[in-house]
């Protein structure tokens, strides 16, 4: 699949990016190597009659990548959580692409949900109304249910979507594989990988049942949550094509003048949509990675409603505890334990100083704590601490990447709803209160009752696999440096003796 065939859409594509007056701006982000500059070039100038206009009032590189359709529209989305890859400024420009397309028929889309639920449209709804919002892999119509008359919002795949889709995944990876052939040096980016991330959280989003799956355990988390609205999955209205949740009303968050008129408080907003964000991601290590304006409401009693759970992010237990503290470090101008939890964590190679790492992120910290609080930014701050740890050998976390861009985006909420927002402050009681859950000597308590409780349940099993080792060193070749199995095999025991004694007590 991945051949010369490929060469007409790489071809039009590098076109459409020559037209925009984007392909320099791409190549210079990226610090591509000559040949490839020279290649892009060639592919580009000559045919540059060949490609797409695009919209003249947008940036060139969301100009060319709208313009050529869904997938490249996607794959702009997938780079701006990849600063590693195109740079912190051609990030920050990605972030604010938009994927809104003129909406498809409603006769094709009623056509996809009668074929995905296995019944007329007109038996499973009474009303189906027009798309009321289209985007670049699905659209929304607003319906009512048969009988009950209660509002859905009913989202369904663009006809052909995923084939279309699977065609531009195979051009990009023809055309990482051009690029590392010609330009050796760019492995340092890793095309390929770059590529197969962005197919696996496209082909997850052109499923819609893992959106469901989304939605549900999201809305499990949050279920004691006050002051929040998860519209939930209707199942049996549910396929791989078609999603049907609850419609939940209210007024966007892009809407700062409506908001005024209806006597929403701006400022506790701000607050909730802050917290509400660190607490799903430091608490529940599941947070919804694409909260900008457009998926974010506000219901008549002031409660934020969320939509939209294609994008999902999640961290596990000791990365977010890891956050947590490198956060509150900060927060507390601690910077030396800050270094000692990257040391701690092996993010930082052991061979590396710490004083010399430590005064590095004070060079990180300061300036953002000289600025007034409506310049405070958690999200600049991760990516300067991206920049630092990478010159101290950190390897890129993905995890962490999302993360950082889901703050940023949040932070820009946060801030069209209060210009003034003061980020620590808001920030600070729900990191406080994670580390104190989860850092402190409650923390240490309930994991040692953990770790008892599992040693309880594998007791009868210990004293079998110190046998086992015993057998298996003993017939091995005697050597001294093999000495050191005694004592483990006397460490299994004397663990499932302990084991036992507490589980009996407990």
Excluded: C
């Excluded at 920050?92 to 498809?104: G, M």
């Excluded at 010609?182 to 590529?195: E, H, I, K, N, Q």
Aim: avoid cysteine; proline fraction near 5%; aromatic fraction near 8%.
């Amino acid at each position: 699949m991945r051949g010369p065939h490929n060469i007409f859409r790489l071809v039009r594509a590098g076109a459409t990016f020559e037209r925009a007056g984007a392909m320099r701006t791409v190549l210079e982000a990226m610090n591509a190597p000559r040949s490839v500059r020279i290649a892009a070039r060639v592919l580009g100038w000559p045919f540059k009659w060949l490609g797409h206009k695009g919209d003249a009032n947008l940036p060139t590189v969301t100009r060319a990548l709208t313009a050529m359709g869904p997938a490249f529209i996607k794959l702009g989305q997938t780079l701006s959580t990849r600063p590693d890859v195109v740079g912190h400024d051609l990030a920050e420009q990605l972030r604010l692409l938009q994927d809104n397309l003129p909406p498809f028929p409603t006769v094709a889309a009623r056509n996809v949900v009668e074929a995905e639920l296995g019944a007329p449209v007109d038996e499973l709804f009474s009303e189906f109304s027009d798309s009321v919002a289209a985007a670049s892999i699905a659209q929304v119509h607003k319906a009512r249910l048969a009988g009950s008359g209660e509002a859905v919002a009913v989202k369904v795949l663009r006809p052909r979507i995923v084939r279309n889709m699977r065609r531009d995944i195979d051009a990009f990876y023809f055309a990482a594989l051009v690029i590392e052939t010609l330009a050796p040096g760019s492995r340092r980016l890793r095309p390929l990988d770059v590529v197969a991330h962005f197919e696996g959280v496209v082909m997850a989003e052109l499923d819609l049942r893992l959106e469901s799956a989304n939605v549900s355990e999201y809305a499990a988390n949050a279920a004691k949550d006050e002051g929040i609205r998860i519209p939930m999955t209707r199942w049996d209205l549910s396929s791989r094509r078609v999603l049907t949740l609850d419609w939940l009303d209210g007024i966007s968050l892009s809407d700062v003048d409506a908001l005024d008129r209806a006597g929403h408080d701006r400022i506790l907003l701000a607050q909730k949509v802050m917290t509400t964000f660190l607490s799903h991601a430091l608490r529940d290590g599941y947070f919804h990675g694409d909260m900008h304006q457009g998926n974010l409401r506000v219901a008549g009693n002031g409660d934020l409603v969320i939509l939209d759970f294609g994008i999902m992010g999640r961290i596990d237990a000791y990365t977010r505890r890891v956050y947590a503290e490198i956060l509150i470090g900060f927060i507390r101008r601690d910077y030396q334990r800050v270094a000692e939890v990257h040391f701690e964590a092996g993010y930082v190679p052991r061979d590396r100083d710490v004083t010399e790492f430590a005064q590095a992120l004070r060079a990180v910290g300061e300036p953002i704590f000289g600025m007034e609080a409506s310049r405070i930014s958690m999200g600049r701050l991760l990516s300067h601490l991206f920049e630092v740890t990478e010159r101290f050998g950190m390897e890129t976390r993905t995890e962490l990447l999302l993360l950082q861009r889901t703050m940023v985006v949040v932070e820009g909420v946060a801030r069209s709803l209060d210009p003034h927002v003061n980020i620590w402050n808001v920030a600070r009681p729900t990191v406080e209160r994670y580390i104190a859950e989860n850092v402190g000597p409650k923390a240490v308590l309930r994991e040692a009752l953990r770790t008892v409780r599992v040693l309880n349940r594998f007791g009868p099993k210990l004293p079998e696999i110190a046998e086992d080792i015993l057998i298996r060193q003993m017939r091995a070749p005697a050597a001294p440096d093999r000495r050191p199995w005694l004592g483990r095999a006397l460490l299994l025991v004397a663990i499932a003796v302990i084991g036992f004694g507490i589980g009996f007590l407990i």
